[in-house]
């Protein structure tokens, strides 16, 4: 199918942008919360614009005014020093300049001369004088009398205070004597030097300032301060400040809300029901690169889904013998079996347009939501068409009507009923294909299924062992093995597993090649990706007693022995007692090819097999642990598959008791019965304990028989810690290994490993790092 333009799929009308717009950056929201905050910036902070003064407390203003540093005019009369107080009264600021501090207040060479100060101790003066004095406050005397003192010169409160402020007095003379009455402070003081003009070019060294005091506690002293001075006061009244400040924050949420909201009816100005519009993905040829390459391991799918695209293709070549394509194809089969990859496959192959959507997707809170989003998805289909439509997971929409505890779901059952319509409305001449995915189609509604909606169900089983071999070789294309790796080896080894666990496998095995430093990924790695897969990451900081290990290997041991003497069981692969996952140890058996019958010979000597462990420790220890819980679970659930559905019991014959082994809708099969009677039932659990019990038997004589291989097995399993299936046939047949698997080492961790690492090491180390092949496992849980 060629692209040219007048092949592309038209563009949708919804789609108000050009061809180049992209729903990026909302530089208008930006541009309006910027100038919001710079608004908002300039009223706080519009009073540090021009140079944040230097905030002084009332007393360091005191301070600085006693030692004369406060600059209350400057040359020409102009007066600096002011005090702002607002509408109220209450509140003041003292603004002005300070000059720099000299270093010597006094008269250069001048000697201090005595002084002296009467005062009340009944006045507020002694209060202020001992603050003044603070720690240069004398040894208080108290007379009966003030002594006369007339060599000393009187002095003011202020000119004390200012001669301490500039370091005039020397603490050393100070006196004070006190009386009941009244008080005399006697001491040294020196002259004042008086403070040198400011100049013109002074000026720029001069340091703003501001005090911002309460009058209603120094507003009198404030006023006795600055009344030899003539400081002018200023009442302020910032009326704009004061209503920008209150009236701006709602503005701005106002605002940013009318935004939000327009922002809002333009989005849904596009379409009154933009709501209920799909949300189907579009994937275009340009977008869509995946083929039937690079999908393995299904073809029997991929050869019955080949006609759709043959159709898509070429339409007339079905059409003119009368034939018509399945509207609908219902692809089923277990999660990771690469369903939707395959519906992308077909849509590739074909070169047209790929819509996908979930179940999910279409029901909402709100009913009849769902059915406007299925007539939109149609009308988009056959605006695109030909083209291919996905459904993923379409149990969630598609789920059976008139089932559910308390009642059916209006929305998703309106949701049901469009899409039934809408596949009943449309013909396959349109071009238009419906392809849908679900691994529970037991719950689907019936007339979901009925011929002329979904026509065709294709089932996506896992990969048998080729169709493993075919994904892993996929996926290995992604990254680099070494020469001769196997994938055969590993197809073998992954029974049960899906393309997206060996999709994991690859990608853990690359993952473990990187930690160790290695270049490429080989065998050893993929082995040890395959079971960390399967069955978790080696626990060998599991701090186990030397006991605990022994009851590990014995049991193990009798795993293997029995695994390795039985005819009808599949091959011993490997045997360990490195704790893995939920188990401490395990004993894996790999089978040789995928199995698609199971022998009644084979599950009863499976059962002798997984009784081995219990076994081993009633022999050797005298008694049993809790470590058989896993292999009792296994050996019921076999005995009762046996006895139940695959009748292989002689006493109750070729009958099915129980319901099959598919899984439950509980809203259908919460209140089936059992179908059988409790006579039956007795009946069932006797032949299931028979069997169990007669497994039990004959693998505690098989065990006894060949007690001195257990032994053997078991003290190699304590050495080694991990056996291969042919070091188990040595001790069994000759009592010794002829070439043993050398010494486990600990694993190395992050802190303890080398800085440098020689590749030659590194391949070394990855040869004794077998990991074991996960096959059915017997094992024995933490």
């Known amino acids: ?287 869509n690169k995946v083929t039937f390459k690079d999908v393995a391991g299904i073809q029997e799918a991929k050869e019955e889904l080949w006609e759709i695209v043959e159709f898509l293709r070429d339409p007339r070549k079905f059409q003119k013998l009368g034939g018509s394509i399945p509207k609908g194809v219902l692809m089923v089969g277990p999660p990771g079996t690469g369903k939707t990859l395959l519906a992308r496959a077909i849509a590739g192959e074909a070169d047209v347009p790929f819509f996908s959507i979930s179940g999910s997707d279409f029901v909402e809170m709100f009913v009849g939501v769902g059915a406007s989003r299925v007539r939109d998805m149609f009308e988009q289909g056959k605006k695109h068409a030909p083209c291919l439509i996905f459904v993923d997971e379409i149990d969630a929409v598609g789920r059976h009507r008139g089932h559910g505890m308390g009642g059916g779901h209006d929305e998703r059952e309106q949701t049901l009923n469009q899409l039934l319509v809408e596949m009943d409305g449309f013909d396959t001449q349109e071009g238009v294909i419906i392809i849908a995915a679900t691994n529970r189609p037991d719950v689907l509604d019936p007339a979901l299924l009925r011929p002329g909606r979904f026509d065709r169900q294709v089932t996506v089983n896992l990969p048998d062992v080729k169709g493993r071999e075919q994904i892993l070789g996929v996926h290995a294309k992604k990254v680099k093995l070494a020469p001769g790796t196997d994938m055969g080896t590993i197809a073998r080894g992954t029974p049960g597993f899906s393309g997206a666990e060996l999709a994991n496998l690859i990608n853990e095995a690359a993952l473990l090649a990187a930690r160790k430093g290695l270049k490429a990924v080989t065998l050893a790695e993929l082995e040890e990706a395959r079971d960390k897969v399967r069955w978790g990451r080696e626990r060998r900081s599991l701090a186990l007693s030397e006991k605990e290990k022994k009851t590990t290997a014995y049991h193990e041991a009798g795993h293997a022995l029995l695994l390795a003497t039985l005819e009808h069981t599949d091959p011993l692969h490997k045997v360990t007692i490195i704790p893995r996952g939920p188990y401490l140890g395990a004993a894996f058996h790999l089978p040789k090819e995928d199995k698609y019958h199971f022998h009644k010979r084979q599950g009863l000597e499976q059962l002798i097999v997984t009784m081995g462990g219990r076994v081993a420790e009633e022999i050797i220890f005298g008694d049993v642990t809790s470590g058989a819980s896993g292999d009792i679970r296994q050996a019921t659930h076999l005995a009762r598959q046996m006895v139940c559905e695959w009748g292989m019991s002689e006493e109750l014959g070729m009958v099915e008791y129980g319901e099959s082994n598919g899984e439950v809708f509980l809203a259908r099969d919460m209140s089936r019965d059992r179908g059988y009677s409790e006579a039956t039932a007795q009946k069932i659990d006797a032949e299931i304990k028979r069997a169990i019990d007669k497994a039990y038997t004959e693998a505690k004589r098989l065990l006894m028989e060949k007690r001195e291989a257990l032994e053997l097995i078991a003290e190699a399993l304590l050495e080694y810690e991990t056996l291969d299936a042919h070091h188990i046939n040595d001790l069994i047949e000759h009592g010794e290994m002829k070439d043993p698997p050398s010494s486990p080492r600990p694993p190395v961790l992050p802190d303890d490993e080398p800085k440098k690492k020689e590749p030659e090491a590194a391949e070394e180390s990855e040869e004794d790092d077998d990991g074991p092949l996960p096959g059915t496992v017997v094992g024995q849980p933490a």
């Open 1 to 287: 199918m060629s692209d040219s333009p007048e092949n592309r799929p038209p563009p949708d009308p919804r789609d108000k942008r050009g061809p180049n717009d992209s729903p990026g950056f909302n530089w208008r929201l930006a541009i309006f919360l910027g100038v919001a905050l710079f608004i908002l910036g300039l009223a706080f902070f519009k009073d540090g614009m021009a140079g944040k003064p230097q905030q002084l407390t009332y007393n360091e203003f005191r301070t600085k005014w006693d030692q004369g540093l406060v600059v209350t005019e400057l040359p020409g009369n102009k007066k600096v020093l002011r005090v702002e107080t607002g509408e109220g009264g209450l509140d003041a600021k003292v603004i002005g300049l300070l000059r720099d501090k000299p270093d010597n207040f006094a008269v250069p060479g001048s000697a201090a001369d005595p002084f002296r100060l009467t005062f009340g101790r009944r006045t507020g003066q002694e209060e202020e004088i001992l603050d003044i004095l603070g720690e240069n406050l004398p040894q208080r005397e108290y007379v009966e009398t003030l002594p006369e003192v007339e060599s000393g010169e009187p002095i003011t409160l202020r000119e004390f205070r200012q001669g301490m402020a500039r370091g005039l007095v020397d603490p050393r003379t100070l006196k004070l004597e006190s009386t009941a009455d009244d008080a005399l402070l006697t001491g040294n003081i020196q002259d004042a030097a008086p403070l040198p003009e400011i100049g013109e070019n002074q000026m720029k060294e001069l340091t703003p300032f501001v005090v911002e005091t309460s009058m209603m506690l120094q507003g009198s002293e404030l006023a006795e301060l600055l009344a030899e001075k003539e400081i002018p006061y200023v009442r302020k009244s910032d009326m704009f400040g004061r209503i920008v400040l209150t009236f701006l924050p709602v503005l701005l949420i106002v605002l940013l809300l009318f935004f939000l909201f327009r922002q809002q009816m333009k989005a849904a100005g596009k379409g009154a029901m933009s709501f209920g519009k799909s949300k189907a993905k579009l994937l275009t040829r340009d977008t």
